[in-house]
């Protein structure tokens, strides 16, 4: 089933590489969307996709890659609109 979910990430995860990670397990699991720094200090991303591959991810996320240190994740449920065609890093 086709889903979309609004993710923010708090912790050490900026400056870290976060982004570039996630990007790569994303494209890797056929998720579109993007991810992006906020100036508070947390990473926000839009994904769609396979509702069990966003679950995939978003358990990639909490672990992390190195140096990260994922303190909370707030994941919104949306429904799936089909509006990207690739996994970006957007500024």
Known sequence: ????AHI???GRVQG???RAHVQR???S???KGW???LYDGRVESLVEGEKEKIVQLIEKM???PPLV???NIEVNWQKYKGEFYDFRISW
């Open 69 to 71: 240190r994922v303190e």
């Open 35 to 37: 991810i992006k720094n």
């Open 16 to 18: 870290v590489f976060f």
């Open 62 to 64: 909490k672990e992390g």
């Open 25 to 27: 397990w994303a494209s």
């Open 8 to 10: 923010f990430v708090s």
């Open 1 to 4: 089933m086709k889903s979309r």
């Open 29 to 31: 699991m056929n998720c």
